[in-house]
């Protein structure tokens, strides 16, 4: 008799156990005891740079990282606030003069038309230095180029290319000299002809190095053109104002130097054809190819379809790394990036974002950022979030790991 209440008592308590887990099981999410992390946690999930405004402005997400002028688009239409930009990200104010966007060539291109190469680079730093000698003309050169001459419309309002661009240009340092970023992860991998030191003798930086002699005077010799040249780039990006505006500008660039690259036509805001010029004949034709993503235009470089391009330093750097036939000569500038959250979000800057970060962490819906995939903002929120001791996983993964 006492061996059957003991089982009675087992069999019980066994249904009851049983009954527990199927009530928890079917309670509402938001009644159900949510795991709490040991480490904070951050969610990312990647997107193209013009849908971010939305995703902030519709809650699916918190937060966004990427560059202008689709910051200042948030800004000005009213969607959030910018926190935290290039210098503001640890560690260190590493990313403060660290190259964005860069000018890349095929190899073979530069082996094979070393004068033409190092023209163009010499063309791109004279329209950098176009920037800062006329910054006004640099801003309503690249607000055309961008987004023509029609409002911008944002979040229900219409904004002005002109006042856009004069909110982004004083974020972004326009410099053909800004280091190359540290990539830790692909660092090990990169080939020797990635050169930030520009010092250097070998083709790469005999291009740069020649390219600022014949800025300073040097007559050029030409021994061999291509038939055209074709040059890959992101239209929809203010950060190659260098391009444009060296490309408007090409009747004083001739005036000083006795070379430029110039529209064929003067009747278009964004030119497709050009020619590179000489003591006013022309040596090459010049073809600007609009892409949509930087490792697109550095697929099709190394498939030959492009000889040069104008695109983000990580791409290019991991893509050379896998074995992309292509170097970079220099950068086309630093900065340009910005942090935006909501604006009734309890943050001001990098300190209180990562109290956010933490608060909401460990309340057990931790924030959701948004960054492009493979862009110098995911490595510096990458790198950033590891210097907090945040952890990071993609959006939408059943558990946590870092990235």
């Given at each position: 008799m006492v061996l059957g209440m003991r089982a009675g008592y087992i069999l019980l308590i066994c249904i009851i156990?049983?009954?527990?887990?199927?009530?928890?099981?079917?309670?509402?999410?938001?009644?159900?005891?949510?795991?709490?992390?040991?480490?904070?946690?951050?969610?990312?999930?990647?997107?193209?740079?013009?849908?971010?405004?939305?995703?902030?402005?519709?809650?699916?997400?918190?937060?966004?990282?990427v560059w202008e002028s689709v910051v200042s688009t948030a800004e000005m239409g009213g969607i959030g606030k910018v926190i935290a930009r290039d210098a503001d990200i640890p560690p260190?104010?590493?990313?403060?003069?660290?190259?964005?966007?860069?000018?890349?060539?095929?190899?073979?291109?530069?082996?094979?038309?070393?004068?033409?190469?190092?023209?163009l680079s010499a063309v791109t730093i004279a329209g950098i230095q176009k920037i800062y000698d006329d910054p006004g003309e640099a801003v309503n050169i690249t607000a055309r180029w961008v987004y023509g001459?029609?409002?911008?419309?944002?979040?229900?309002?219409?904004?002005?290319?002109?006042?856009?661009?004069?909110?982004?240009?004083?974020?972004?340092?326009?410099?053909?000299?800004?280091?190359?970023?540290?990539?830790?992860?692909?660092?090990?991998?990169?080939?020797?002809?990635?050169m930030s030191d520009h010092s250097s003798s070998n083709t790469v930086g005999s291009v740069y190095k020649r390219a600022l002699d014949l800025l300073n005077g040097s007559k050029p010799h030409i021994s061999k053109t291509p038939s055209s040249v074709r040059i890959g780039y992101l239209p929809s990006a203010d950060l190659y104002a260098p391009l444009y505006v060296t490309i408007i500008e090409s009747d004083r660039i001739c005036e000083t130097y006795g070379f430029c690259l110039a529209p064929r036509s003067d009747t278009s805001d964004r030119p497709d054809e050009c020619?590179?010029?000489?003591?006013?004949?022309?040596?090459?034709?010049?073809?600007?190819?609009?892409?949509?993503?930087?490792?697109?235009?550095?697929?099709?470089?190394?498939?030959?379809?492009?000889?040069?391009?104008?695109?983000?330093?990580?791409?290019?750097?991991?893509?050379?790394?896998?074995?992309?036939?292509?170097?970079?000569?220099?950068?086309i500038n630093a900065g340009g990036s910005g942090l935006v959250v909501d604006d009734q979000a309890p943050c001001d800057d990098w300190n209180s974002f990562i109290e956010w970060v933490e608060n909401r962490s460990f309340s057990g819906q931790p924030l959701i950022i948004a960054v492009p995939q493979s862009s110098i903002q995911e490595e510096m929120m990458r790198e950033a979030f590891e210097y907090e001791g945040i952890q990071i996983s993609l959006y939408g993964l059943p558990s946590f790991g870092a990235l």
């Open positions: 156990i049983i009954a527990s887990l199927v009530l928890v099981y079917e309670l509402p999410s938001n009644y159900r005891v949510r795991d709490i992390p040991d480490q904070p946690q951050v969610q990312i999930v990647y997107g193209t740079s013009g849908i971010m405004p939305q995703l902030l402005n519709t809650s699916q997400v918190d937060a966004f990282f260190d104010r590493k990313w403060e003069n660290t190259a964005c966007n860069v000018l890349v060539m095929r190899n073979s291109f530069i082996t094979e038309y070393p004068e033409i190469a190092s023209l001459s029609k409002p911008i419309r944002s979040a229900g309002l219409f904004l002005d290319p002109i006042e856009l661009e004069k909110n982004a240009f004083p974020h972004i340092v326009f410099t053909d000299n800004a280091s190359l970023p540290d990539l830790g992860l692909i660092e090990k991998s990169l080939s020797d002809n990635i020619q590179l010029i000489v003591n006013d004949k022309p040596v090459a034709d010049v073809q600007l190819l609009p892409g949509q993503v930087g490792g697109g235009i550095m697929t099709g470089l190394g498939q030959r379809a492009i000889d040069v391009a104008y695109i983000g330093s990580v791409p290019t750097l991991m893509q050379i790394s896998m074995g992309n036939p292509a170097s970079i000569i220099h950068s």
